[in-house]
């Protein structure tokens, strides 16, 4: 049997929160469990992390109207490998802190609103917020085949342009 990646919904809580729109559907904040060769999902965080030093030279200058940093890491606990969307981020004398976002599912190392330290090497998404529109969030991509048709729609509006 393939280990699934668990990957939460989290952001659309995030969104809402944001108050990113009036007409937010009903989203249920859920885990959707991924192949951990699901290429896809390889090609969406590979490409997350190639665009990483935009996402840390746009925190660190954000001047356009960018806002609302995230991060996405992984944690393995054991045998488990499961995905945490990350705010309040904070880079001190060269480490990187984060807020974890979201409860567990699989591992029992670390608890939503906990503040962790944060490798790059676990980094394997990231996002943050432009005139109402996300820029990054690579892995909702290709989850999108597996939400439901408002869900879909919801995001669809919501993701702004990938950098080039």
């Given at each position: 049997?393939?280990?699934?990646?668990?990957?939460?919904l989290?952001?659309?809580?995030?969104?809402?929160?944001?108050?990113a729109?009036?007409?937010l559907?009903?989203?249920?904040?859920?885990?959707?469990?991924?192949?951990?060769?699901?290429?896809?999902?390889?090609?969406a965080?590979?490409?997350?992390?190639?665009?990483?030093?935009h996402?840390?030279?746009?925190?660190?200058?954000?001047?356009?109207?960018?806002?609302?940093?995230?991060?996405?890491i992984?944690?393995?606990?054991?045998?488990?490998?499961?995905?945490?969307?990350?705010?309040?981020l904070?880079?001190?004398?060269?480490?990187?802190?984060?807020?974890i976002?979201?409860?567990?599912?699989?591992?029992?190392?670390v608890?939503?609103?906990?503040?962790?330290?944060?490798?790059?090497?676990?980094?394997?998404?990231?996002?943050?917020?432009?005139?109402?529109?996300?820029?990054?969030?690579y892995?909702s991509?290709?989850?999108?085949?597996?939400?439901?048709?408002?869900?879909?729609?919801?995001?669809?509006?919501?993701?702004?342009p990938?950098?080039?």
């Amino acid at each position: 049997m393939k280990s699934a990646r668990v990957l939460p919904l989290r952001w659309l809580a995030l969104l809402m929160w944001l108050g990113a729109t009036s007409a937010l559907p009903a989203i249920e904040d859920r885990a959707i469990g991924v192949s951990k060769d699901d290429p896809e999902m390889k090609k969406a965080m590979a490409d997350a992390r190639a665009h990483l030093p935009h996402f840390w030279q746009v925190m660190a200058e954000a001047k356009n109207g960018e806002e609302d940093f995230s991060i996405k890491i992984r944690i393995t606990d054991g045998k488990e490998v499961e995905y945490f969307w990350c705010n309040e981020l904070k880079v001190e004398k060269g480490v990187v802190t984060a807020m974890i976002d979201n409860d567990p599912e699989l591992v029992k190392t670390v608890e939503s609103g906990q503040r962790i330290p944060v490798k790059e090497a676990d980094i394997v998404d990231w996002f943050y917020m432009k005139h109402d529109k996300m820029i990054g969030n690579y892995t909702s991509r290709p989850l999108m085949k597996s939400m439901n048709a408002e869900e879909k729609e919801f995001l669809k509006d919501k993701l702004g342009p990938l950098p080039e």
